[in-house]
RNA sequence: GGGGAUAUAGCUCAGUUGGUUAGAGCACCUGCCUUACAAGCAGGGGGUCAGAAGUUCGAGUCUUCUUAUCCCCACCA
């Protein structure tokens, strides 16, 4: 028979196992819902554990930034499923109205054509194509990153079940009259030819110029100016203008207030109009006022009760408002050609190189065209209250904390959602519009009707405008699992448990579907709310497909496995704020992953023919104790990190564990124990190796799947564990009886500090030249101190001895009763023990002279320190007794060791 | 302009209600291919916790200010 050392390779070859392994769970359906897999699992769950995925765009391939967040996710739902034996993780795909629309028109412009070109219908085709390839290429992404969700509940947001709950939604605001249309200034992206909501907006500061133009004065024999200088942006916009204002105390333009100016290059003439929200001391201090394509004008207009005049059309050129030549011209090209004509005119006055922030269009980067028109509008103050009231009341939890002022701050002021888009890609808008002239009732349906409710005519047309993508994604909560429908389904997963998202989406989503839920379904649809770090590239710039910086989860996979892209996002996943990732970067989880591997090689190599025996407490050893109580500290640490959503420090739990405490010092223990001749000892030694191996494997497998799963395959069954058919479904380590062994374990903490302190010596002395030979001669002496008798039972154990002899690479350690130690050594006094290594040469010892004069000078400032503490009265009255205690032990341990290194220094015969 | 965050070792970051001598990984130095692992082992060096003031018996941690960087929101024609 071969032994395990020979089957398994010398590195994990995830090349090889993680394809076969993911057939295994497919064919298992270990994650499918409703399945039942676990033996270990034995209560019953209602209500399995739910998390939302946040359904990707179908835009666009996955990155890493994709990656990190739902590695995250999957590590919290693997380690669900295996501690209540169910779980939940909804996967979906977003169609992502916009953006899509602009990768198809895009892919279409590249073809020579566009969507006007080939009509609605071949344009929604193209869409549902683009959707097919990519949305296959995401889920296959998904798999290969051994992401648990259930893909047999697979939700897109355009299945018919999730456009019928759009529709449903839809109705019933409407009925209620919180959705209506409006006329009102939008945010008109010119490129993409859509209204736009305030969310899909961001403000970019641009280089301009502050343009200074003369309006001349009507009338100009009365007046003493022949023209009101005016400050612009946007010169080209003067077409559109109704009217200059000044504030009514600004003394250079008072006494015009009332008068008519000539609009330049335009026949019109408008009025000048006083109002206080124009700065004197901003440019002129006089405005044109341009209310169809402006915001503040707007506002001004409607408070002057001013006409609007759009000069634009939907694709920003100007429109026959504009005489010729600019008539039609883009407004770019406008703005040069109106200040020339400007120039030629005398109407220009100066230009000033002006900076400042305008709107962009997130999706097209186009610079938004404020425009007047009639759009469908969310009224969201209703729905925005009970939503704020939640974070008020800590009715939700935010992960990190600090989100909840921003979230109450945007819910606090929110505005009315537009949700109409000049879109062909999405859910059509459910209305209708009677085509009767003595009907013309407008309605909604959530069926498709065929006649006019109220009149009865046939004769109705639907609505052209789709609705904005957040429309289907704020009912997640609710329509993947049937809503309004299958209420069976809804009350097994509704409410979820928590979102992990990120915060980029805090208002277009998060707070949108706790609206959704609160309204429709009345109560929160989750009460967590974690937001992952942005990813960023080593620039700091974040993940984008635009920016083409992102890396792709299957080149790290190709390269280093997906345990190792999952352990390395965990790795760099901070508390908050961003992650700089790069290529290398996964190397920290492949040399992990090599580091488990190797761990797990080491002890199958010992287990072949062999029974393992069950853990018998009376055969344990101090290490064995030791170890398997930091397997109970670990597994209690990683559990409430996780219940915490703390995963830095769950993270860290493990890694410790594994590297430190299992490999470091408990298989390097274990070497020792297994060159025993005694068969009881070995058996004992692989009984609790094994143990503990299989327990951090499962510990720490929703986190890397694939190597646990295929390392569990070799070892040996445990008498002590019960195993699933697969790792992923059994049982979770903090939910078995781990043994305790709280005052073992300190002793074995003193035993490594001890070890470590010979090794520094030699190290650090001119032992450090001896040959190995020659230091396997070394003898240790060693003095115990301040320990209990419980310990020094433990540590004068002679077998516990030799380990530690053969850890420390000596001959022997020494145990002495009295405090005397030898002459001529060198020395390392700790709060439990000292202990001297004899030597033979003088000079040797001199050399050291320096070091323990160093040490004594330090161990004085820590004892005055101390010194000063407890002679503090202050501190002695309000200190907490524990902190007073810790201080106490603190002080009498380092009276011991300044005794020691006093005794030393004597040796050297030092004043 | 309003709000928020960050500043800790050369680099990337931990450090939960203030309480022993501030930690990890990478990088660096020294010694080891010791039969699981050189993608490794053992040991080591390196930080007046951005600066200043304050509260406190005690501050990396709390308060204020300053400086630097970043983010969000709103916007100056």
């Given amino acids: 028979m071969k032994t395990s050392a020979e089957i398994l390779p010398k590195a994990a070859n995830p090349q090889e196992y993680e394809p076969r392994i993911l057939r295994v769970w497919g064919k298992n359906k270990f994650f499918e819902i409703g399945k039942e897999h676990s033996k270990e699992h034995s209560k019953e769950h209602n209500k399995p554990y739910t998390i939302l995925m946040p359904p990707p765009n179908v835009t666009s391939f996955l990155h890493m930034g994709h990656g990190t967040g739902y590695t995250i996710q999957d590590w919290v739902i693997r380690w669900r499923r295996m501690r209540d034996g169910v779980a939940c993780w909804l996967p979906g795909l977003d169609h992502a109205g916009i953006a899509t629309q602009m990768m198809v028109e895009k892919q279409l412009a590249s073809e020579g054509t566009s969507k006007h070109e080939i009509g609605r219908e071949a344009f929604v085709k193209r869409a549902q194509e683009w959707k097919e390839t990519y949305g296959g290429k995401i889920l296959e992404q998904f798999r290969l990153m051994g992401f648990s969700c259930d893909f047999s509940q697979l939700t897109y947001t355009l299945d018919s079940h999730c456009s019928y709950a759009v529709r449903h939604a839809f109705v019933q605001l409407f009925n209620e009259g919180l959705i209506y249309r409006g006329l009102r200034l939008v945010n008109w992206d010119p490129v993409l030819m859509t209204a736009l909501g305030d969310e899909e907006v961001v403000n970019k500061e641009i280089n301009g110029h502050l343009y200074t133009i003369r309006y001349p004065l009507c009338n100009q024999g009365k007046q003493d100016k022949a023209f009101i200088p005016v400050a612009t942006t946007r010169p080209e916009t003067l077409f559109g203008d109704v009217a200059v204002a000044v504030h009514p105390d600004d003394e250079r333009y008072q006494s015009?207030?009332?008068?008519?100016?000539h609009v330049p290059l335009c026949g019109r003439t408008v009025p000048v109009i006083a109002d206080t929200y124009v700065k004197s001391d901003f440019g002129s201090g006089a405005l044109k006022i341009t209310p169809a394509h402006d915001p503040n004008d707007y506002e001004i207009g409607k408070r002057h009760q001013l006409e609007s005049i759009s000069i634009f059309d939907d694709r920003a050129r100007l429109n026959d408002q504009a005489p010729e030549p600019f008539c039609g011209m883009d407004r770019f090209e406008a703005r040069k050609s109106l200040i020339a004509a400007l120039k030629e005119k005398g109407l220009f006055d100066s230009s000033t190189p002006h900076r400042y922030s305008a709107p962009h269009s997130d999706r097209s980067k186009a610079l938004i065209e404020p425009k007047l028109c009639s759009q469908w509008y969310v009224k969201t103050e209703p729905l925005a209250a009970p939503v704020a009231q939640a974070a008020r009341d800590n009715a939700i939890t935010f992960y990190p904390g600090l989100w909840k002022k921003t979230w109450l701050y945007w819910l606090d002021n929110i505005q009315d959602w537009c949700i109409s888009r000049q879109l062909w890609w999405g859910h059509r808008i459910p209305i209708w519009y009677c085509q009767n002239d003595a009907c013309k009732e407008v309605f909604a349906s959530s069926e498709d009707p065929t006649r006019c409710p109220k009149c009865n005519s046939s004769h109705i047309i639907q609505e052209e405008d789709v609705l904005d993508t957040w429309f289907s994604s704020w009912l997640w909560p609710l329509s993947p699992f049937g809503w309004p429908k299958d209420t069976t389904t809804l009350e097994r997963f509704y409410p979820s448990d928590v979102i992990i998202t990120g915060s980029e989406i805090i208002f277009q989503w998060v707070a949108r579907m706790v609206m959704a839920g609160i309204k429709f379904q009345g109560t929160l649809p989750f009460n967590k709310v974690y937001f992952n770090a942005t990813v960023c590239d080593m620039k700091g710039q974040k993940f984008s497909k635009t920016l083409g910086n992102g890396i792709d989860p299957i080149d790290v996979i190709e390269q280093y496995g997906?345990?190792?892209?999952?352990?390395?996002?965990?790795?760099l996943s901070p508390v908050s704020g961003r992650i700089k990732m790069e290529m290398k970067d996964f190397a920290i989880g492949r040399n992990f992953i090599t580091k488990l591997w190797n761990g797990a090689r080491y002890l199958l190599s010992h287990c072949h023919d062999k029974t393992i025996e069950p853990l018998q407490e009376e055969s344990l050893e101090l290490w064995h104790?030791?170890?398997?109580?930091e397997l109970y500290e670990a597994s209690h640490t990683i559990d409430n990190a996780m219940v915490a959503f703390r995963m830095h420090d769950a993270h860290k739990?493990?890694?410790q564990l594994i590297w430190n405490s299992i490999c470091d010092w408990g298989i390097e223990a274990?070497?020792?124990?297994?060159?025993?001749s005694d068969s009881h000892t070995t058996a004992t030694n692989l009984s609790v190796m094994l143990y503990v191996y299989e327990c951090a494997l499962r510990l720490i497998h929703p986190l890397i799947p694939f190597v646990t799963e295929e390392l569990i395959h070799y070892f040996p069954k445990h008498p002590n564990?019960?195993?699933?058919?697969?790792?992923?479904?059994?049982?979770?380590?903090?939910q078995l009886p781990l043994l305790k062994f709280e005052k073992a374990y300190q002793s074995w903490q003193v035993s490594k500090e001890l070890i470590t302190s010979i090794r520094r010596l030699i190290q650090t002395s001119t032992l450090?030249?001896?040959?190995?030979?020659?230091?396997s001669q070394l003898h240790v002496w060693c003095h115990l101190q301040n320990v209990s008798p419980q310990a020094r039972a433990y540590l004068e154990a002679s077998q516990h001895l030799s380990l530690m002899a053969s850890l420390s690479q000596v001959a022997h350690i020494d145990i002495s009763t009295e405090d005397k130690m030898p002459p001529c050594a060198l020395v390392d006094v700790s709060s439990h023990f000292e202990i001297a290594i004899a030597l033979q040469k003088t000079e040797d010892i001199e050399s050291q002279r320096d070091v323990y004069l160093e040490k004594q000078k330090k161990v004085e400032i820590y004892l005055g320190n101390t010194q000063k503490k407890l002679s503090s009265q202050g501190f002695?009255?309000?200190?907490?007794?524990?902190?007073?205690?810790n201080v106490k032990q603190q002080q009498a341990a380092l009276e011991l060791q300044k005794q020691a290194i006093t005794k030393t220094l004597l040796t050297f015969g030092a004043s």
């Fill in 625 to 629: 104790k030791g170890l398997l109580h």
């Fill in 721 to 734: 564990l019960e195993r699933s058919k697969g790792l992923c479904v059994s049982l979770y380590p903090s």
């Fill in 670 to 676: 274990s070497k020792f124990s297994l060159k025993s």
């Fill in 562 to 571: 997906a345990d190792a892209l999952r352990y390395t996002a965990a790795h």
């Fill in 876 to 885: 002695l009255r309000k200190a907490d007794p524990q902190v007073i205690e």
């Fill in 256 to 261: 015009y207030i009332g008068s008519q100016v």
């Fill in 653 to 655: 739990a493990l890694y």
């Fill in 768 to 775: 450090a030249k001896l040959s190995s030979q020659e230091r």
